[in-house]
């Protein structure tokens, strides 16, 4: 744990550089649009500490799969996103001496990302060894609105001397991956251009075959006014670049604009990404770097409309949920629906930006409260659209007749991972995509999305949890051997109840889709059942049976749901009992030691009851949570939102907030010692789940949004906003009041600490919390 | 499976060249002297498929190792004896054409391994492009008399022409393992010398350190005549020569003689290997080939007369297990108790050389009944030697106070392996090293090995037992969670009977070794007890307790012992109902579907009973013979011979012959397609006691030699020898009489069929066994 990152309701502020944790600002201060990303890298070359990385939403190398010893059905390739050219380099040279913080003195540093803006600034004076003293101020940005397009105005000052300046803007496209399995180049060369200020790199992805163009254009400004300059054309392997000589007096500021742009094949034709970039590149620079900035400013303010949190009261907690909200906006925007959220955005490489269960179980609350409608639809389509490649999946293990196994890990359907205990068994991903269907549906009220696509996904789902039980003649139910739970410290285990319990809800689910989608659009469902050979009594009556027959393990004594078959036979003990300086487990005991400990990961029993927490009463939750969220150690990052939540629920305060500020801050603070890889983005949406589902407790039940809103002690206020179905609302909870802002045009009805109150169109209402009784109405 | 090689009591012949095939006749071909052996790779220059394959026993290297997903504990390294310099090379060149069997035609080829005198050899006539017809004749062994010493003698006969030849007889260390995890060079040079007809290099290995030099000397004859020639030495890297250049007339044979050695620092300074090559070659080279070759004969037909076993009547059979006995032989010969015995011996590469329980498991008898006690008890001190190892490898996995776990996989007493259902979890193998303690000291009464040694090993082991077991609350009984049997086709099962029962037996067993060395040798009891802190009171009565409640999991209905606690909520069925075509199930089933199915690897409940067959009777032998054998995949070379010994004791002739066959032709036939990466060394050992004790029902119970022959129908006879404390016994048996030849100096007891027998000194008894009753005696 780290906290040299300033508290900041809008800001996150590293003032006097820190170069041993230069790669975990690096990853914290990433900037992204969604179609390209970038970590908080420095335009100057630095030859400390630091991970160089850009990336291009969509454009993926697979690399050849590292294996210790294979296992029959592991996959050939593990899909990355690559890092791509560094578009942001601007190469400074001061008579010899190069401008690098990793060798000279710096004094005044700042960096600061402005999240309301959306944009990275830094600030610092170098002095240099010939004692040579330098201002420096850059501010840089991923364009939203020209998403293909980035933007950097980076001034030097001469603060004790004149000096001709050699400045050299460049585009690097002969970058590795640090993430590579066998150490090898993924990008080749295909085509470079220099001009006056400009520059272009074709690069050509090997295996893949994505092209993509960064182009770079070049202005130059002294004394606040435009000028001409020489400008020498560089062409190296992989590189271009301009290198220009100024002339430079003392206190006069010399600033340097860099406009550059990304234009893959994935959104041109491969002939044309390097003519397309050059007009993308003039419309921008005609645009200048003024007013692009406004038009960020001002996109990130509408975002921020719609999907801003205040904490009133806590400025650590307030910098944390808007950080996450920033990030995952950064990371996913929902207008490509090829594009998925990758569990580190493009703030580093590890786990190569690929599409984990991670979006279907904790990102798409976000995007279905916050954004428009289609953005988590086009989540839902993803999926549909790798159900093809799904089905192959599950053929290869073995299963068949349309079964479905959704990859734990993947980039275009095809399974990427390869550990057997998690490639083969961590099957309880495939309900957490039938899981979206229901919770998209339920939240929406879009059935025709079942009609559509959610049934076809459903039935072969369906028809893998059919073939993946068997029925146990010992029990005289059915079984489901061998899988591994959400807790990935149990492998192979039996009977996992969250699995088993996901499985037969799909089963059920998927036989109340049908009837749905029969009486919605009986043309539609003939033609699917036709299609996909659905033999409708036989599939609906196997998976009956198997709903109302499959086995979950229960202690009788506790009365509480056991994770897996076995687990009483573990030697049960609090995490309190580990001795000091033995966690986090996974780096201090053998894998071994951790399976046979009774010691969970992440929230297993009690994510199914997360998911479906209408189905159980309180005292049952209770009873769970009171037995496993002490043997819980938390060693994913999508483990404490969950018990936030579920602590927020009961009533648990102190609990809640403890979890909370674990999710909310873990990268700001470096909690798990990995934020240097990338930040952890898809646990931010559970940030999102613990102020929203959790403090906020907001759901959906039936047509109607439930709110139970229940602040951390010390929080003096927390507002949040949600979309549903055609309405906003604002919800602004004190210690002793909660206000709702409904700003549609139609009346909402809400369950507010389970007593029904319309909120007229247009108006809000002020309930206090002591009678639960209306104070105010206000019509706005 | 291939069934190109002849069967021959006592030879195996290659006719005609199977180039396809070459790699698995290398492997079946190789030669070896338990110090140093090669594959039966060509002597000359080939350019088609082949494993050049040279290896010294105990010269291994590190290589780092290869993972896909890193699970904490895994070790850093998998140590493999390397593939070393290639001393039998003699390049051919006629007039500008290299003879190479790949790009000439082939005539009248035969490649034959002599396994009665111990050596390989080789004729052809080659048709070379010129048409030139050359008759070669080769014949190498490596000398079990001089065991650093290999010889070669290689003879041309030009048949349709005269013509000058060069011969370049070459000792090549620029050798790569083909088996390396970074196609990395483990070798580096340190010297090489030539001189007159001779040639010596010096290697080191990396990071271990090991320096070998392999030397050669060149002798030349014509027409049955000593020649004095012009040599050119050659010196390249890694990489020394001598060349000469031969006027060969028509009709005239011309033979070179390559004597060769391999000198390492296992055994010499490293400052010396090359001065000690030299007297070493200058030795053999004045004994010369013929010499040598009739030491090497005399040599084997000595081991021969302790080893052998016949079969009449059935050559297939005959072949399989001379073949085995040969291998076994030739890979370890006892007399260093540095070595173990690689399950590849020196035929291949794969499992690098390392120690498994393989040798405790199923090697050991073999040397306990047919060499002297010394080398099954250096096998035994072996372990002994990497206690401390095997402590330190149990404290990296959290256990303490003594604990030892010995590793899966090993060189020098490190654990090598890494899959953590395999390394952390197959810890039976412990077991397997306890119970060869029991047995060596049951077979040569040799008790006083306990209090040297041995119980400071069980001591250790019982420690791992009594930490690795936990008691459940849920079952008050203890239970062993998260364990692989030796059926590696269930992995991580909870109360895996084998283990369990081997577990309860090692703390039994250690209890009463415990006063079997107080009885012996109190002094050195105490001493040991203040050495490690052996507590007795309280670990006896820890080990007592464990071993009286420790949980097995049974079947009370068909009442058969379970394999693991859950194995009947599987779906039970026959290896016969598997779908054709999807066998092995390891190539065609996913990981994960092989892991739910009900199919066995190999032997695991059975592996107990066979261990322990006194303390079952035969009903339980037999209703778990037939519940589990026939779900029993016998995917592993160890699988079929454990059938093959309880399916003779169950009087199921054709069920142990069949079985018979499985494993003593595993390797002539290529049974699983995988004889080309090298022999099946240890399960050779299967097949020695397939027939020794299977078919002839030999076994020991207290002090006493219990025989109960029981041969194939279609064998005539089978004839074997053991040693037994002293005695050796020689037992014959036909369809219709037993006779025992007893050569020692005094009388033998055995229980034959049953009944006491007494076998005089010096002599023999024979026994019909229809009736029981001696029919012959016959004073030797």
Redesign the interface.
């Known amino acids: 744990m780290k906290q040299y990152l300033k508290h900041d309701p809008w800001l996150i502020v590293e003032e006097d550089f820190n170069r041993n944790y230069n790669e975990i600002t690096e990853s914290v201060m990433s900037l992204g649009n969604g179609r390209m990303g970038q970590r908080g890298n420095f335009e100057e070359n630095f030859s400390g500490k630091t991970l160089q990385g850009n990336y291009i939403a969509g454009v993926y190398y697979p690399d050849k799969?590292?294996?210790?010893?294979w296992?029959?059905?592991y996959p050939e390739y593990f899909a990355k996103v690559l890092n791509a050219a560094n578009w942001i380099g601007i190469n400074i040279n001061i008579e010899y001496e190069t401008l690098d913080l990793q060798t000279c003195e710096v004094r005044d540093f700042r960096r600061v990302l402005n999240m309301q803006e959306g944009y990275l600034e830094r600030s610092f004076v170098a002095l240099l060894k010939s004692g040579k003293e330098i201002q420096v101020n850059a501010k840089r940005f991923c364009s939203i609105v020209d998403d293909e397009a980035g933007a950097i105005r980076y001034s030097l000052t001469p603060l004790n001397f004149d000096a001709k300046i050699t400045i050299e803007p460049y585009i690097d496209g002969g970058i590795r991956n640090r993430d590579s399995n066998y150490d090898e180049t993924f990008w080749d060369e295909v085509r470079k251009e220099t001009g006056y200020g400009e520059a272009f790199i074709e690069l050509r992805t090997r295996k893949t075959g994505f092209h993509v163009c960064t182009g770079m254009c070049i202005e130059i400004e002294q004394d606040g006014a435009r000028i001409d300059f020489q400008s020498q054309p560089i062409r190296q392997e992989k590189y271009v670049a301009n290198r220009m000589t100024l002339e430079c007096l003392q206190g006069q500021e010399t600033t340097i604009y860099k406009y550059a742009v990304n234009l893959s094949s994935l959104n041109y034709d491969s002939d044309s990404v390097v003519s397309e970039a050059r007009k993308y590149i003039q419309r921008i620079t005609g645009k200048g770097f003024e007013r692009m900035l406004i038009e960020q400013k001002q996109a990130w303010a509408d975002k921020w409309k719609m999907n801003d949190i205040t904490i009133e009261g806590d400025v650590a907690a307030q910098q944390g949920i808007r950080f996450s909200i920033f990030q995952l906006n950064q990371t996913y925007t929902g207008e490509d629906e090829r594009l998925n959220i990758g569990p580190k955005g493009f703030t580093g490489e590890k786990y190569g930006g690929s599409t984990y269960w991670d979006t279907e179980a904790y990102c798409l609350p976000f995007y279905l409260a916050t954004a428009d409608q289609k953005v988590s639809r086009n989540l839902l389509r993803y999926r549909y659209k790798h159900l093809e490649k799904a089905i192959e999946n599950a053929q290869?293990?073995?299963f068949k007749a349309g079964a479905a196994l959704y990859p734990m890990v993947t980039m275009n359907g095809e399974e990427c991972h390869?550990?057997?205990?998690i490639t083969?068994?961590e099957i309880h991903r495939n309900g957490a995509i039938a899981y979206a269907i229901y919770d998209y549906v339920r939240y929406t009220g879009d059935v025709h999305y079942l009609a559509e696509y959610g049934l076809e996904v459903l039935i072969a789902i369906s028809r893998f949890w059919s073939q993946r039980v068997?029925?146990?003649?010992?029990?005289q139910q059915y079984?489901m051997?061998?899988v591994t739970g959400p807790n990935e410290y149990e492998?192979?285990v039996?009977n996992n109840w969250y699995t088993n319990y996901l499985a037969a809800w799909t089963l059920r689910y998927t036989t109340e889709a049908v009837g749905m989608v029969k009486e919605l659009d009986a043309e539609k469902f003939n033609e699917l059942c036709d299609r996909i050979h659905f033999r409708e009594e036989k599939e609906i009556t196997t998976a009956r049976h198997i709903a109302d027959h499959i086995h979950f393990p229960y202690d009788e004594n506790r009365q509480v749901f056991l994770q897996q078959?076995?687990f009483?036979?573990?030697?049960?003990m609090p995490v309190s009992d580990i001795p000091k300086g033995q966690r986090p487990l996974?780096?201090?005991?053998?894998?071994?030691?951790?399976?046979?400990s009774c010691f969970i990961k992440q929230a297993d029993v009690l994510q199914g009851i997360y998911f479906f927490e209408d189905e159980f009463d309180p005292e049952t939750l209770q009873r769970n949570f009171d037995f496993y969220e002490p043997m819980t150690v938390h060693e994913s990052s999508l483990s404490p939102c969950v018990h936030s939540v579920l602590a927020s629920r009961l009533g648990r305060k102190e609990k809640a907030y403890e979890m909370y500020l674990r999710t909310a801050r873990l990268d700001l603070d470096d909690y798990n010692n990995d934020t240097e890889d990338g930040c952890h983005i898809t646990s931010m949406a559970g940030t999102w789940l613990a102020v929203v589902k959790g403090f906020g407790g907001f759901r959906i039940k039936g047509d109607q949004v439930i709110l139970d809103p229940n602040c951390p002690d010390n929080w003096e206020s927390l507002a949040f906003k949600i979309r549903f179905r055609g309405a906003l609302l604002e919800i602004k909870a004190t210690q002793t009041e909660v206000s709702i802002q409904n700003f549609s045009e139609k009346n909402a009805e809400v369950l507010l600490y389970g007593k029904s109150l319309t909120v007229s169109a247009k108006s809000q209402q002020t309930v206090k919390r002591a009678t639960g009784l209306p104070i105010k109405s206000r019509k706005k």
Chains 1, 2 share one sequence.
């Not at 799969?65 to 010893?69: A, E, K, L």
């Not at 390869?418 to 205990?421: I, K, P, T």
């Not at 068997?470 to 029990?475: F, G, L, M, P």
């Open positions: 799969t590292r294996v210790g010893w296992k029959n059905g290869k293990l073995g390869n550990e057997w205990e083969f068994e068997n029925w146990s003649e010992a029990k079984v051997l061998g492998n192979n039996n078959e076995s009483l036979d573990k030697e049960l996974n780096q201090h005991w053998s894998w071994d030691r951790i399976l046979r």
